[in-house]
């Protein structure tokens, strides 16, 4: 069964960081890009970050580009999203997601992405 458990989230001040982590089912993860997506309320879902399946290539939504790194770790079977210099508008619900494949999709709505996590509250004060 193919499960992903994200954690991590919290209250920071703006400018402070954070890491998320997920940690995914070994053969979900094998197999699988991975990502993260977050949703503010009142908001749609937002594309943050994707990962390769080896690792070597990654991807982000423009707003995150230069702050946030997402990375993996074979041996944890884990999926990491260091987000520096947090600003407010960062607040939102943070998911990991997976989809079987080797490369990132081209699309960033999450559609394409089969599996996900119950996403961690990221809150940052002004």
């Known amino acids: 069964q193919t499960q992903l458990v994200d954690f991590g989230g919290g209250l920071v001040q703006a400018g402070e960081s954070l890491r998320l982590s997920c940690v995914v089912s070994e053969r979900t993860f094998s197999r699988s890009v991975l990502g993260w997506f977050r949703q503010a309320p009142g908001k749609e879902r937002e594309f943050v970050a994707a990962v390769s399946r080896g690792g070597g290539v990654t991807s982000y939504g423009d707003s995150v580009k230069g702050r946030f790194t997402i990375s993996r770790d074979n041996a944890k079977n884990t999926v990491y999203l260091q987000m520096n210099s947090l600003q407010p508008e960062d607040t939102a619900v943070y998911s990991c997601?997976?989809?079987?494949?080797?490369?990132?999709?081209?699309?960033?709505?999450?559609?394409?992405?089969?599996?996900w996590g119950q996403g961690t509250q990221v809150t940052v004060l002004s």
């Open positions: 997601a997976a989809v079987a494949g080797d490369m990132p999709p081209a699309g960033t709505s999450g559609h394409e992405w089969d599996y």
